[in-house]
Nanobody
Framework: QVQLVESGGGLVQAGGSLRLSCAASGDSFTSYTMGWFRQAPGKEREFVASLRWGVGGTYYADSVKARFTISGDNAKNTVYLQMNTLKPEDSAVYYC????????????WGQGTQVTVSS
């Protein structure tokens, strides 16, 4: 069974940094797209960043470009999100996401980790 477990969230001052981790288990994930989404209270879940594990291509939402970096360690089946220059509007529950890189594949979600950025 595929399982995703996020960690690394917390409270940080504006301008600070956090690194989120997503530990994946239940598959090799070699053909997966891994990503991060976030959801703030009263808002829809939005895309943050993604990584095609097999080829290393990365993609970012405009709101986090040049501030966030997604990376992966295939030996550890772990995906990271390095978040720098955090802003209060980055506050949200951050969710790890995984799916096979084929049309119609299943989607998997972690439980989420809270990130709160104070001003």
């Amino acid at each position: 069974q595929v399982q995703l477990v996020e960690s690394g969230g917390g409270l940080v001052q504006a301008g600070g940094s956090l690194r989120l981790s997503c530990a994946a288990s239940g598959d090799s994930f070699t053909s997966y797209t891994m990503g991060w989404f976030r959801q703030a209270p009263g808002k829809e879940r939005e895309f943050v960043a993604s990584l095609r594990w097999g080829v290393g291509g990365t993609y970012y939402a405009d709101s986090v470009k040049a501030r966030f970096t997604i990376s992966g360690d295939n030996a550890k089946n772990t995906v990271y999100l390095q978040m720098n220059t955090l802003k209060p509007e980055d506050s949200a529950v951050y969710y790890c996401h995984a799916r096979q890189s084929v049309l119609g594949s299943s989607n998997y979600w972690g439980q989420g980790t809270q990130v709160t950025v104070s001003s």
